[in-house]
């Protein structure tokens, strides 16, 4: 019974020390949550980019310096982030760790013209190219030139220096329509690309290109602890660009650093875990807040990005006093590619409310009016997009309907009406976009080749409807 004080004496004089150590572990745990976030928010342009590598390389034929395409207008089984059914893709990934590369791209002419747009593994533009791209429809031999080049850029080629290894170009065949010879002309015109390293320029090899039309290709974002493993492997790849150095410091303390392996413990990943739900809670709110109107101040259709990243990206993300990573995260939860010249050879508008300002549900039917003579020198389309991965909806006949479809009905204005409903109205079957009763949607306008009345807003698009 005289131990019995004692041991009383030990466990009180010992409850500090206890209640300190839980206290230092749940401050490192806090710790590592909060730097596990930020990695999300600034990282995901890069594991956007390394999401779409990774399917290539694992579900395709494909390789790095090889080229990609979709051989029909893309259907759900691309699940990419906001893509557009109404043009043929065509990804060639790139590597300059052994050299510059050539993107030898072919001039447009009667029956083929394409738009394109090249980045880097953050998915900063290089430049542009295409119908409204550095080479005004010309063609040219881009040239990726990477950070440590130091001999002058070649005559006859577009230089592009880049600040990392990487990256990739999106190819945008054009089509008159979607008739299968069209299709076919659109092909064989986006097969006039060509890649190889300027260290073959003399006798180039001829390039490879793989249909993967029918293979499910999903680098929608996971949110999950799978996060880390993708940004890891870019960590590993690519040199830092110092103004990314702070982030150094922040990934050595989630276990991930420059030539060592990423191999979090069990209680670790869970830290990670619970940090991917905290990070697409503050993303989704931010990108739920919405973005500025565009057609006018009431307007439901919205420029899909903000003002501060389109500025940074025209400006390499090199300005003295900003860089807007928040604002970049979320931009690349639902849509990649970056465009150099936004606005000259394509605009796109966004629209996740109906007009009275309820979030669009797939059980219901909207009507969408699109005014007569819309002011683009190609084409115009609008696409469905679910609402909570931002790829195209599952299960569906088709995605969007645009003005390359010759039977769309017109109304007596010149004016089209769509809808958007999990069944085609009575006698509107041609413009019907099916979507699904059980999940939500969102809305995407494109304008490929805008002219000036478009951005003076002379024409104005009007917001959709629910009709039941």
């Not at 309820?358 to 009016?369: E, P, Q, S």
Request: glycine content about 6%; some cysteine; hydrophobic content about 40%.
């Amino acid at each position: 019974m005289k131990l019995l004080p004692a041991l009383c004496l030990l466990l009180l004089t010992s409850l500090p020390a206890m209640a300190a150590d839980k206290t230092r572990s749940e401050i490192a745990d806090r710790e590592i949550e909060r730097k596990a976030v930020q990695a999300v928010v600034w990282g995901m342009p890069a594991v956007n980019y390394d999401l779409m590598r990774q399917e290539m390389l694992n579900k395709t034929p494909g390789k790095v310096g090889h080229v990609i395409y979709w051989g029909k207008p893309l259907d759900w089984k691309n699940q990419t982030l906001t893509p557009n059914p109404d043009a043929l893709y065509f990804m060639a990934f790139f590597d300059t760790k052994d050299g510059p590369v050539v993107l030898d791209l072919p001039a447009a002419e009667a029956k083929g013209s394409f738009n394109g747009n090249i980045v880097t593994v953050w998915q900063q533009p290089l430049e542009d190219a295409g119908l409204l791209g550095a080479d005004k429809g010309k063609g040219g031999k881009f040239l990726i030139l990477p950070p440590d080049y130091k001999e002058t850029p070649h005559d006859g080629y577009i230089p592009l220096k880049s600040n990392v290894y990487g990256g990739y170009i999106l190819f945008r065949s054009n089509m008159a329509s979607h008739d299968t010879a069209d299709v076919e002309a659109s092909i064989e015109y986006g097969k006039k690309m060509k890649v190889y390293p300027l260290s073959a320029a003399a006798n180039p090899p001829q390039t490879v290109f793989s249909d993967v039309k029918d293979i499910v290709f999903d680098s929608t974002i996971q949110w999950d602890a799978r996060f880390f493993d993708n940004l890891n492997r870019v960590v590993q790849e690519e040199p830092w660009i110092a103004r990314d150095r702070v982030m150094i410091d922040q990934l050595k303390s989630l276990g991930i650093e420059k030539g060592k392996p990423f191999k979090p413990d069990s209680h670790v990943k869970s830290l990670l875990a619970k940090a991917m739900k905290e990070a697409q809670a503050l993303l989704q709110a931010k990108y739920d807040d919405g973005f500025a109107p565009f057609f006018s101040e009431t307007s439901r259709w919205t420029f899909p990005g903000y003002a501060d990243v389109v500025t940074a990206a025209q400006r390499d993300f090199d300005e003295a006093d900003s860089y807007p990573v928040d604002h970049r995260g979320v931009i690349y939860t639902m849509a990649y590619i970056g465009i150099k010249r936004l606005g000259a050879g394509q605009f796109y508008s966004i629209s996740i409310r109906d007009k009275d300002g309820r979030a669009f549900d797939g059980r219901h039917t909207y009507k969408l009016n699109v005014p007569a003579n819309v002011p683009v020198q190609q084409y115009w389309s609008v696409t469905a997009y679910d609402r909570k991965t931002h790829a195209l909806i599952k299960n569906v006949s088709r995605a969007s309907r645009s003005s390359q479809i010759p039977d769309l009905a017109k109304n007596a204005d010149g004016s089209i009406d769509l809808y958007f409903a999990p069944k085609p109205p009575k006698g509107k079957h041609a413009n019907w976009v099916p979507t699904n009763p059980k999940r939500h949607f969102e809305l995407m306008f494109r304008a490929y080749g805008p002219t000036k009345d478009f951005f003076d807003k002379k024409w104005v698009l009007s917001d959709a409807v629910r009709l039941q």
